[in-house]
């Protein structure tokens, strides 16, 4: 299982960025790996270790402990955006360094401690307190796509949650993920004299992962990642919390109200942010009536770029592969090659030039094409052509496979908002607006790159991350008689 996990998640990367550590054919880690520093080991026992005497550490801090490590998270993000953002684009190799930067400064959204609140009862038979309590040491699983950002909120959510946590990074994005927990340690330690309250593998691999999942010290796991890990994860015997796959479609109404062009420019700001690496991202289109036509148009105006059948076809061929399963039948597979890359290499390939500033391809497809049935992760949308607003949300609800994760529309017909709503039953909805509206970035609410979509609770807080406890005093401190 482990290994079908490792198989599923490398499969989705650029060869150049994957570099994962010598698996060490014995369960446990060599003896003589090194203790680790400000939160970065090779040793997985050391790692989970350290993080608990961090946790009993931060007890002793309070609840201004805690916040000051938000704080420092929230700070060096917006400070090292730059910095980071270049050191995790150099490494992985997908996306794009100007949206890289941008999800570090987003990470002011975060919730932090003040999301905590206490629940007071008082009545007849006295006063009751319901509180959250911190599990102890998390384990959190990182995707290549978003792998600072996400440990960053993580820490956050977590640790404003009176936790510790290790994490085990995706091996392409592991040196990245290095540089910033040191230098957060390094910081926590500074104020707080707290050396290792993030912990990192340095070289992340399957026995690092069997090695923490196995680890007494760590009773909660968070998985940001496909659906090999999460069911790895939820086959550990302990809890997780798993941010599962997604494949989000966008309807557009044939509204007379509606604004096309504001439609087209949300539907490009989306489905090109991070070069379609967000989760949450614009997959596929489904325009209804005479919505096609004018959105084609105001698509184009936007600056994505049209590619005509036969173009679509020889891109079609070099970016999906086929590889069997486990029952013999062969499944489309995204070439990790193209996975997060720029619109002028997905043209190339069908020899088309387009210009430096076009952020998004879109085609004209049929609803089984593989490009909507298939989370491709990249900035090539498909334009779905349907009869009327119902077949358009039949088709997106198909193409979202019900993973429940995330949907837009477009229309100023609140009815249809409802209906689509209703029938997607997804964690974000997002309506008239781009995809990233959802996750509080130009709209409201809060931010995390952990969506919790396959078991249920959703955009991550520190909530998400802590116990529940009542305590209950009876017939006493009822002070209203």
């Not at 307190?129 to 959510?157: C, D, F, K, Q, R």
């Not at 998985?223 to 890990?229: N, S």
Request: hydrophobic residues 40%.
């Amino acid at each position: 299982m482990i290994r079908d996990v490792v198989l599923e998640v490398l499969g989705k990367l650029p060869s150049s960025s994957v570099k994962t550590a010598r698996v060490v054919p014995s369960g446990r880690p060599k003896a003589g790996s090194r203790a680790g520093r400000f939160g970065v080991f090779q040793d997985a026992d050391r790692a989970a270790k350290a993080a608990q005497v961090a946790f009993e550490q931060l007890k002793t801090k309070g609840w201004r402990g805690r916040a000051k490590v938000v704080e420092i998270v929230k700070t060096l993000c917006w400070d090292k955006a730059r910095e980071w953002g270049r050191i995790e684009f150099e490494e992985t190799r997908i996306g794009r360094l100007d949206h890289k930067i941008e999800k570090l400064q987003g990470i002011k959204g975060v919730l932090g401690v003040e999301s905590l609140l206490p629940l007071g009862l008082s009545g007849d038979n006295g006063i009751t307190m319901e509180e959250n309590a911190p599990w102890g040491v998390i384990l959190a699983i990182t995707p290549v796509t978003h792998s600072v950002p996400t440990i960053a909120g993580n820490i956050i959510n977590m640790v404003a949650a009176g936790n510790a946590m290790v994490v085990n990074p995706h091996p392409g994005g592991a040196k990245c993920a290095a540089i910033a927990v040191k230098e957060i340690n390094q910081a926590i330690h500074a104020e707080l004299g707290i050396e290792n309250l993030v912990c990192t593998m340095e070289k992340p691999s399957l026995e690092t992962f069997k090695a923490l999942s196995a680890a007494p010290e760590i009773p909660l796991l968070c998985i940001t990642g496909g659906p090999g890990v999460v069911a790895a994860a939820l086959k550990t015997g302990k809890r997780a919390i798993c941010a599962g796959p997604g494949n989000p479609p966008v309807v557009v109404d044939d509204c007379p109200a509606l604004d096309f062009d504001r439609a087209a420019r949300d539907i490009v700001l989306g489905g090109s942010y991070d070069n379609n690496l967000l989760c949450i991202g614009e997959k596929q289109v489904f325009a209804a009536g005479g919505a096609f036509d004018k959105l084609m148009q105001s698509l184009q105006r936007a600056g994505a770029k049209v590619i005509n059948s036969g173009q679509l076809d020889r891109i079609r061929k070099e970016f999906f592969t086929f590889r069997e399963d486990d029952g013999g039948c062969s499944h489309p597979v995204a070439n990790r090659a193209f996975i997060g890359a720029d619109p002028s290499t997905l043209a190339s390939i069908a020899g088309v030039s387009v210009d430096s500033g076009t952020e998004l391809l879109i085609a004209e497809t049929a609803k089984d094409d593989l490009f909507v049935v298939e989370e491709q992760m990249t900035p090539l949308v498909p334009i779905i052509r349907c009869d009327n607003f119902d077949e358009a949300v039949r088709q997106a609800h198909e193409s979202e496979h019900g993973y429940k994760h995330s949907a837009m529309v477009h229309t100023m017909n609140v009815a249809h908002m409802t209906h689509m709503g209703q029938v997607m039953d997804t964690t974000i909805f997002v309506k008239n607006g781009p995809c990233i509206a959802g996750l509080g970035m130009g709209g409201e609410g809060y931010m995390s790159f952990s969506v919790a979509t396959a078991t249920g609770e959703g955009i991550t807080t520190p909530k998400t991350f802590t116990r529940f406890r009542r305590c209950a005093l009876v017939d006493q401190l009822n002070i209203i008689s």
